[in-house]
């Protein structure tokens, strides 16, 4: 299974992120998986954004929810992430990641996103 991040590194304050992932080697339809956001600022932990699972539910982070959108297309098997009003606190890299319930057992490469003006 092969999880990889695209969209924008550069994103301006106010403005909305999006990013997208790409999976290979298994169906983001498959029972029983979640297909997860997770973001790691410069310096800091890794942070939970949200999830979509393999019914097309999805779950955020409180702290994150008046922001977030995950959404997903099923066919090009690809799950995408948005965050609105950004500013520079939002500057990470962001992981797109699957869980299988009991860990996150596959992981993109990362992609760093850069808030600035």
């Known amino acids: 299974v092969q999880l990889q991040e695209s969209g924008p590194g550069l994103v301006k304050p106010s403005q909305t992120l999006s990013l997208t992932c790409t999976v290979s080697?298994?169906?983001?339809?498959?029972?029983?998986?979640?297909w997860s956001w997770i973001r790691q600022p410069p310096d800091l932990g890794l942070e939970w954004i949200g999830y979509?699972?393999?019914?097309?539910?999805?779950y955020y982070s409180p702290s994150l929810k008046s922001r977030t959108s995950i959404s997903r297309d099923t066919s090009n098997n690809q799950f995408s992430l948005q965050l609105s009003s950004v500013t520079p606190e939002d500057t990470a890299v962001y992981y797109c990641?699957?869980?299988?319930?009991?860990?996150?057992?596959?992981w993109g490469q990362g992609t760093q996103v850069t808030v600035s003006s």
């Open positions: 979509i699972g393999y019914s097309g539910s999805t």
């Open positions: 990641a699957r869980w299988t319930m009991s860990e996150y057992d596959y």
């Open positions: 080697g298994d169906s983001i339809t498959a029972n029983y998986y979640y």
